[in-house]
């Protein structure tokens, strides 16, 4: 019973994964998803004052136009200072809208002096990852591969159709380069909390970039349709701190 409710407690606080009826983002871990929950609350205060207001205009317009209130209708055809209004407004909410969402668009794009560069291939089903910055004794880049657990070999705590046998390990504080492609069909690589979904294409790279700012472990799912299983190839990525990661990469190596 103590096992079953540390590992809830070790995922509630470590873990970043969908709940059920989640309405929410989940919690972000990078700059950019910060940035995307910001740019989404302050969309979502233009879009509750608009709401109200035209729904006010709407109660108000079927309220006096009723025959009950008025039994001569209004000849009124058109006001010029109405319609600039109504033209001006919008324009200028726009304006303001777009601001934020250019800065937020070209920051994504952005790629800051990587640190680190991680290559990440979509397979029909699985993922692969290469550390081209690091070789083994052989002299090839670090590579492995990443498939789901099956349902029957989860453990207590586990999350179906989430938990992979080998994780993406990356550094905390580190601004890291991600390379992504597809060896077969179209893929995509999407980690909700790091704001990430870079669509794999065969014989192109695409490239993001992702700077994450606590440790932990967060969760993501191939989000284009890419077969049979597209829904059987999850990815998960496992933030640690420098030294966690010099251990992990030097007991790779050693392998």
């Known amino acids: 019973m103590f096992l079953f409710y540390f590992n809830i407690l070790f995922t509630i606080s470590f873990c970043d994964v969908a709940e059920s009826w989640q309405l929410s983002f989940q919690d972000p871990a990078t700059p950019i998803m910060e940035g995307i929950i910001n740019l989404h609350h302050d969309l979502m ?29 209004s000849s009124l055809s058109h006001g010029m200072l109405i319609e600039i209004i109504w033209t001006v407004t919008p324009a200028i909410i726009l304006f303001i809208i777009a601001v934020p969402s250019f800065s ?13 560069t991680i290559k990440t291939i979509g397979h029909q089903w699985y993922w692969s990852y290469e550390y081209s910055d690091y070789q083994t ?49 179209l893929h995509s690589w ?53 030294p966690q990661y010099i251990s992990w990469i030097s007991n790779k190596l050693g392998e």
């Not at 608009?50 to 009950?68: A, E, G, P, Q, Y």
Request: charged share 15%; glycine share 6%.
């Open 45 to 73: 205060f233009f879009i509750c004052v608009i709401s109200i207001f035209v729904t006010w205009m709407l109660l108000k317009t079927l309220w006096h136009f009723d025959s009950s209130q008025n039994l001569v209708a």
């Open 104 to 116: 937020l668009l070209y920051a994504m794009d952005e790629i800051i002096s990587p640190t680190i």
């Open 137 to 185: 004794e052989e002299g090839e880049a670090l590579n492995y591969e990443s498939y789901m657990i099956p349902e029957e070999d989860l453990e207590l705590g586990q999350f179906r159709l989430l938990e992979v046998d080998n994780n993406m390990v990356i550094p905390v504080n580190t601004h890291i380069r991600i390379i992504v492609s597809a060896a077969d069909v």
């Open 190 to 242: 999407a980690i909700p909390s790091l704001g990430i979904k870079c669509d794999a294409v065969p014989g192109r790279l695409n490239q993001t970039s992702v700077f994450v700012k606590r440790e932990g472990l967060y969760y993501g799912q191939c989000s284009e349709i890419c077969g049979v299983n597209h829904g059987f190839m999850p990815i998960v990525v496992e933030a640690v701190n420098l």
